[in-house]
Antibody, heavy 118, light 109 residues
Framework: EVQLVESGGGLVQPGGSLRLSCAAS????????FNWVRQAPGKGLEWISY????????YYAESVKGRFTISRDNTNNSLYLHLSSLRAEDTALYYC???????????WGQGALVTVSS | QSVLTQPPSASGTPGQRVTISCSGS????????VYWFQQFPGTAPKLLIY???QRPSGVPDRFSGSKSGTSASLAISGLRSEDEANYHC??????????FGGGTSLTVL
């Protein structure tokens, strides 16, 4: 069974940093591309970043470019998102999602809540 | 402001057919596949429709998707109370970004 489990969320002050992790299991992690997608409270979904299977192709939304960094460790079946220079508007539930050529986004984690507040 | 435009809400009575629209542009819907996700409160979204009109295994055939030009639609026939959820459209666009609609909250009256 495909599982994506995020961790690392929490309360952080404006301007602070945080690293989210996503532990994957139930499939061959290194064969797949991934995205981070976030959802602010009561709002819609917002794509944040994409990483290819080998980590050599990376894309970011303009809203986070230069502040967030996506990475992966194919040895440990893990995806990461480093968030820095955090702002109140970055407060959201951050989902780790598996990207699939046919199905688009075919699996989602349960989300990690990031709250940016003083 | 979301790149794709969806109505914020929709409603119907049990047994009815309901459609949810998703409007975009030539760089997203007009030239790429549309995907739909279903999300219940407090849970992660789930893939409902892929490649405009394909259903993953396990999704009832009451759900169908279509696309025409720069717009797409999700139709739910034989509406049931358990269909009450939020529905999101999305596209992997020409810039290799995922773009989403703002989501539509479906109420079964």
């Amino acid at each position: 069974e495909v599982q994506l489990v995020e961790s690392g969320g929490g309360l952080v002050q404006p301007g602070g940093s945080l690293r989210l992790s996503c532990a994957a299991s139930g499939f061959t992690f290194s064969n797949y591309e991934f995205n981070w997608v976030r959802q602010a409270p009561g709002k819609g979904l917002e794509w944040i970043s994409y990483i290819s299977s080998g980590g050599d192709n990376i894309y970011y939304a303009e809203s986070v470019k230069g502040r967030f960094t996506i990475s992966r460790d194919n040895t440990n079946n893990s995806l990461y998102l480093h968030l820095s220079s955090l702002r109140a508007e970055d407060t959201a539930l951050y989902y780790c999602t598996r990207h699939h050529f046919d199905y688009g986004i075919d699996h989602w984690g349960q989300g990690a809540l990031v709250t940016v507040s003083s | 402001q979301s790149v794709l435009t969806q109505p914020p809400s929709a409603s119907g009575t049990p047994g009815q057919r309901v459609t949810i629209s998703c409007s975009g542009s030539s760089s997203n819907i007009g030239s790429n596949f549309v995907y739909w996700f279903q999300q219940f409160p407090g849970t992660a979204p789930k893939l409902l429709i892929y490649r405009n009109n394909q259903r993953p295994s396990g999704v009832p055939d009451r759900f169908s998707g279509s696309k025409s030009g720069t717009s797409a639609s999700l139709a739910i026939s034989g509406l049931r109370s358990e269909d009450e959820a939020n529905y999101h459209c999305a596209v992997w666009d020409d810039s290799l970004n995922w773009v989403f609609g703002g989501g539509t909250s479906l109420t079964v009256l």
